[in-house]
């Protein structure tokens, strides 16, 4: 499951937060310190862990 990271535009809290790619379209993302719904995806780097050897 996909981890996103977002800042609220409120109080300019960053936040992380695990979810479904479908929960992701779905849900009103609220920033954990103010409650606001003002919140903005930041974009990220990412890894990927696989069973196979380079």
């Known amino acids: ?5 977002f ?3 409120k109080c ?10 479908n929960e992701m ?3 009103k993302v609220r920033c954990p310190k ?3 719904q003002k919140v903005k995806k930041v974009i990220t780097g990412f890894y990927s862990i696989t ?3 380079s």
């Open 12 to 21: 300019n809290e960053t936040f992380t937060k695990k979810m479904s790619v």
């Open 34 to 36: 103010c409650k606001s």
């Open 51 to 53: 069973s196979k050897k």
């Open 25 to 27: 379209e779905k849900t």
């Open 1 to 5: 499951m996909p981890i996103y990271e």
């Open 7 to 9: 800042q609220c535009q």
